[in-house]
């Protein structure tokens, strides 16, 4: 019985499904879709950085369609500290020795993967191998190549495996994603996205450390990354990279700013940035009726819209992790993919092996 | 009598100096200064394009220091139809052939170049030696070489070198340089600016041509190149750059967009584009305290100022082409250097031959 779905109901919502695959003319939240409380999905977060312990936590207690029930740390305090304030039983508490363990624990059914970048690849295998449902944060993985490792893993396994693109559940990213299709201004020419936070200096950020799988591009470069893909609903054709790091002692290693440039099929355009030296986060799409985009775009909270002639567009706020879980769970209690699968993940790294790959050979142009 | 400013008594307004050297706490137009109406200096355009006939001929109907009195075209319909339309003196009317001997001539004091990149230099430098004051349109020349040429040739001939950085004399880009200055949110991190417009495909348009110094990145490019530079208050210290052509028919032998990254003094960063193939104009500065810049930075008009927070800033209307002409001419009048001398268009030439030194050597880093 080491996979509880086989014990569920699996619902058939046809408006669920429709979440996934289309984008209704409003985008709306998909929390709002839920499933039975007593069918709960059971989730264990490992790794308790902030990310965990100070965003995914909270999202728990607001989410409808998983709870948090186990935890995995190799910080025994943290283990302490948080499953008591969570009332997680000490059985679903492992470390990162005894983590294969969990294979024979039936309340969990899902793994969320929030370690450093470094160790994705090994816990999500970990994870799959155990029979479990995966959920890994992003950067997937270090390399394209431990993408294609941890896909092939959890599709032997035959688990599901979702990447945390928490925007894709958030209704400014989704209303970006349906004017790509919908053109509401005409052709889009090209792409501006920033995306980045001044990192204290110095600093013990494991971010700022090569062995650990940091560097601009790896933490917040997805987003502007992500943002030229759905913004104009395509893939690259090829790309060119500069990274610059103004002090080595700080940024071991790693890139303390990046800027690419991505061209894409009908000469679309895109000029992307990620830093660890200055808080920036915008995207601006110039299209043939004027601009439009979000601004900030990849905010926890606090997005704004904006279109040609000044208008601006807003949402509810909204707990984007609580709606990426609740979707997320959804598609594995549905036995359907979610929106964020594995090969989403690898579609983005395959673009930052390219990225590294031109800075690597001097900014030249990578064909991807 | 070749030099007519010898005739001529000298203002000396201390206010008027302040204009050119300081910047005042509140921005202002800089036109509002003028000489005695029958001083006005006698100005000729050389070259009748559109920024010529459609923008600096209706401003000339506007400034106070400066009156257009002469033409010299290579279109005999062009010098009929604006020749009677601003009843220009046939012998005020020269063509390429004939233009030195505009030397000659007395009423005409100061000759503004517009003519295409590429006869800048012939232009500047025959007007040079005529003995008349120059202004000469952005780019300023080819490439820095020929900028020095061009210094040389007027600082031997005793004549002022004026270049069109028209932003230098309206107030949204004086509060920008001035806040370099003060910092009023602390510390620059990054600076994003982009300029663009699409051009027509296919075109006939002389920017289209290498033969001609077109490309964006001499036709826009000075733009987001200047904002880098007036925005931090810096000289950058190192270049890299990538260009981009889609259709080599269309864009011959120029770059269709242009994308650079300028690193400067204090690990302050600016990544600039600058394109044909969209309509795009914005300057976004990342301070400690929030962003701050203007949305569009670069138009004739219609220029909005953002600050953190949210707030905005506006100027009344104006017209800029007046305000840098009348003051241009008021520092010839005062004998005292113009805010954007030949110097000024030195210094961005120098980049922009980095910019292509950059990118011809593969996008590497060009240390400045």
Redesign the interface.
Known sequence: MNNPLNRRTFLTQLSAAAIATGLSSIPFISSSKSVNPQKKLGIALVGLGYYSTGILMPALEKTENVKLVGLVTGTPEKAKKYGEKYNIPKENIYNYQNFDEIAKNPSIDVIYIVLPNSMHKEFVIRAAKAGKQVICEKPMALNAAECREMIGACQKAGVSLSIGYRLHYEPYTQRIMQMAKEKPYGDI??V?A?A?W?MGRPTEQWKAKSKLGGGAIMDMGPYPLQAARYSTGMEPIAV?A?M?N??PKVFDGVDE?T?F?L?FPG?I?A?C?T?F????N?L?I?A?K??YGLNPFSGYNGIHGFLPNGEKFDFPEMNQQAAQMDEMCLAILEKRPCKTPGEEGLRDMIIIDAIRE?VR?????IVL
Request: hydrophobic fraction near 25%.
């Open positions: 020419f090209m501006h920033s980045g001044r060119t500069q610059f103004s002090d700013t800027t440039q061209e000469n355009f000029n940035s830093t030296a200055a808080n920036v915008f601006t110039n043939q004027g601009d031109s050979k001097g900014g030249i142009r």
